[in-house]
């Protein structure tokens, strides 16, 4: 999630766990505690690819958390026995505030799509829940609403309880609302023989009442948008192709063996002409919405008819216009789950659902 969904939900935690005790230094302290583990994007792993798959990666394992909470509510507890501070706030509190700030921080992150890599230094790929968007304003406004209450009052139990109780009911909403875009969806793939294939659902920017379904097969991808309010209403699908004639070369590549154990199968490749040569560029499909991916790389360089790695960097794509959000906005209000996006991408192809309504 973004810093300040982050910060809010660790100040929330700490007013809540030692307000009555320290009051605004409770607030602060996990703020701060709660926006620590994203401090590691200051490292710079190498190259683009290295730093957009390490991030989440340490500084957000469990282990790792889990430890230095055990590490500072030892601390602390040492800090107060060398005052004699008198009632001591106790083992039990301290590690309720280190444990609670520290490791809410990646389980939220887990519900994004981005991808939290909770059990590192395990190899296994990246936790993705992909229930709720990066920033999502009814998820953080509870969250804040109290947080800015303890800080004027002091200390602001009923706010607080009521942020953090509303933020938790939202997610849950998220995980409901995901699960049933995914049993309705489910006759329109088999229809269109993709019941087996790979498949995301995550939810469109800013809510959690539109939804993103991506589909991925061998040579192609599928792109459409379902809203909690199309009811039965069949599923159309925008098919384009996922390029994946140069999958093998940038396979070939550890900076696209790395971006596959990061996003799986859900990765475009093509061929641009950048810097005076052909580049072979990854996309990643999860990130961004319908026909505006967010995160490409360069992997590798054609020179005497063979691919050779470089050093991967971020290569620039299209970004969403007040046209695109607009699109997005009414396809939320208005029952269109059967009419395809409208791509600009000339081999985008509609697919017309075959399941009545």
């Known amino acids: 999630m973004d810093s300040l969904t982050q910060a809010c939900l660790g100040a929330a935690i700490g007013g809540t766990v030692l307000g009555r005790r320290l009051g605004r230094k409770a607030v ?26 390490y991030h ?69 790929p990246p936790v993705s829940w992909h229930s709720i968007f990066i920033i999502d304003p009814l998820f953080t406004l509870p969250l804040l609403v109290g947080v800015i209450a303890a800080l004027i009052k002091g ?19 998220t995980v409901a609302a995901q699960n049933t875009v995914n049993a309705r969806i ?24 539109l939804w993103r379904v991506t589909v991925v097969e061998d040579d192609a991808y599928y792109e459409g948008v379902v809203s909690l309010f199309d009811g039965r209403t069949p599923l159309a699908l925008t098919r384009l192709p996922r390029g994946d004639e140069w999958q093998d070369a940038a396979l070939a590549t550890t900076a696209g063996q790395r971006l596959a154990w990061f996003a799986g199968p859900f990765l475009r490749y093509r061929t641009e002409e950048r810097q005076g040569a052909t580049q072979l560029i990854a996309t990643d ?51 269109q789950a059967n009419v395809c996006l409208p791509l600009a991408d000339p081999q985008a192809q509609c697919l017309t659902p075959r399941v009545s309504p």
């Not at 500084?59 to 060398?82: I, K, N, Q, Y």
């Not at 200390?155 to 909403?173: D, E, H, N, V």
Request: charge should be neutral.
């Open 28 to 53: 602060i302290a996990g703020a701060v505690l709660g926006t620590l583990p994203d401090l590691d994007v200051v490292i710079d792993y190498g190259d683009a690819v290295a730093d957009y798959t």
């Open 56 to 124: 989440r990666g340490f500084s957000h394992s469990l282990w790792v958390l889990g430890a230095l909470a055990v590490l500072l509510t030892g601390l602390a507890r040492a800090g107060e026995r060398w005052r004699q501070v008198s009632p001591p706030i106790g083992t039990w509190r301290w590690g309720l505030l280190f444990g609670g700030c520290l490791l809410t921080h990646p389980m939220l992150d887990a519900f994004t799509t981005y991808g939290t890599q909770l059990w590192w230094p395990m190899t296994t």
């Open 155 to 173: 200390y602001s139990p009923r706010l607080l309880g009521w942020g953090l109780t509303l933020a938790c009911f939202y997610l849950a909403f």
């Open 186 to 209: 489910g006759p329109n793939l088999a229809s269109q023989g993709l019941e087996d294939a790979p498949r995301l659902v995550q939810p469109t920017p800013f809510n959690a009442l």
């Open 285 to 335: 499909l999860r990130l961004g919405t319908p026909g505006y991916q967010m995160f490409n790389f360069s992997l590798a360089e054609r020179r005497a008819d063979d691919w050779h790695p470089i050093d991967s960097e971020r290569v620039a794509g299209a970004r969403p216009d007040k046209t695109a959000f607009a699109s997005l906005f009414q396809r939320l209000i208005v029952p």
